[in-house]
């Protein structure tokens, strides 16, 4: 394949978070990625349009599941990275757009890896992360000293043996569950627990101590608290 498949970061929602390494990979790329899910708007074209002229651009839509099921996940990344390969084999290069940064929980990550298998080039730029975002409109540090950082999602296995742990807690995409995150992270002796909805779009809401948090937040939500020693 002499095409490349480049994993563009778009930053969290905000288009002045977008870097300029980013918008020229996408300016120079003759095909735009768009992932996107059942019922969810296609916000990183979105932001890529504020910053770039994508006009000329030949734009893919990839369509993904949202599913637990191991072997309905793979068939379908398989036949994503089947539908980008043809482009790659003309020499054509790809701009693959991830929310916030391509490193953390993204859907780049799992159709690289197929297309490096089969000899493709891959290059990856990195990005803003919603949670180093959303500290920022907070206006508190995530970390300090010799405090710990665990990110994860919700969904995440050993959830609440991590939560044992004195740290700062991140908890993305957690809108469905925030009653139940907001009480968990209270019974764990977390503090300064905050929850950022939307960070960095016209429909951004802050919510500063867990009494406020509501008992639903949108998709788009995440959790920081903090527990010291």
């Not at 599913?67 to 980008?84: C, F, M, P, Y």
Request: net charge negative.
């Amino acid at each position: 394949m002499n095409g490349t498949l480049y994993g563009v970061s778009v930053g969290p929602g905000d288009p002045e978070l977008i870097t300029l390494k980013a918008v020229r990979i996408i300016n120079e790329c003759e095909v735009i990625a768009v992932p996107r899910t059942k019922g969810e708007n296609t916000l990183a074209l979105e932001i890529v349009k504020d910053v770039c002229d994508i006009s000329q651009k030949e734009i893919v839509y990839l369509d993904f599941l949202m599913s637990a099921d191991k072997q309905v996940l793979q068939k379908r990344h398989n036949e994503i990275a089947g539908t980008l390969m043809p482009y790659l084999e003309s020499g054509k290069n790809i701009a693959f757009l991830n929310i916030g940064d391509v490193s953390v929980y993204s859907t780049f990550s799992y159709i690289a890896a197929i297309i490096k298998e089969n000899g493709g080039q891959l290059s990856v730029c990195a990005g803003v992360t919603s949670f180093c975002a959303a500290a920022a409109e907070i206006g508190e540090p995530l970390v300090q000293g010799k405090n710990p950082l665990v990110v994860m999602p919700s969904s995440c296995t050993d959830f609440d043996k991590l939560l044992d742990t004195d740290c700062t807690a991140v908890i993305m995409k957690s809108g469905r569950d925030s009653a139940d995150i907001r009480e968990k992270l209270r019974k764990k002796g977390f503090e300064n627990i905050n929850a950022v909805c939307d960070c960095g779009l016209d429909t951004q809401k802050i919510y500063r101590g867990a009494e406020k948090i509501p008992d639903k937040c949108g998709y788009f939500t995440l959790f920081t608290a903090v527990k010291e020693k």
